[in-house]
């Protein structure tokens, strides 16, 4: 069974950096990507960052330049780096997995498997 767990979430000042991080256990396909969402308070949860099991990464707009996401050589843990962080991030982050191939960051109802959450919090 695919387990996931998230954590490195705080609360930061603006222009602050995090890094978050998703340790992955259990087995999973050679075809699947890891991907990070967030949802803030009273929205619906939206898609930040994915990276694909050959290394490819992909961004939304809101987020790229600043954010990046990354996975160890085990594949055991993967990264969401965030610097310049804004107010506009302050959300709940998940991490998920997903078995497929997605040109951009998948949407929440591809993935299969999902951690509980962190929280970021960006104070002005």
């Known amino acids: 069974q695919v387990q996931l767990v998230e954590s490195g979430g705080d609360s930061v000042r603006a222009g602050g950096s995090l890094r978050l991080s998703c340790e992955v256990s259990?087995?999973?396909?050679?075809?699947?990507?890891m991907a990070w969402f967030r949802q803030g308070s009273g929205e619906e949860r939206e898609g930040v960052a994915s990276?694909?099991?050959?290394?490819?990464?992909r961004y939304v707009d809101t987020v790229k330049g600043r954010f990046t996401v990354s996975e160890d050589t085990a594949k055991t843990t993967v990264y969401l780096q965030m610097n310049n962080l804004e107010p506009e991030d302050t959300a709940t982050y998940y991490c998920a997995a997903g078995f497929g191939a997605w040109t951009r960051v998948p949407p929440p109802t591809a993935m299969d498997y999902w951690g509980k959450g962190t929280l970021v919090t960006i104070s002005i």
């Open positions: 990276i694909d099991t050959d290394g490819t990464s």
């Open positions: 259990g087995v999973l396909s050679s075809h699947y990507v």
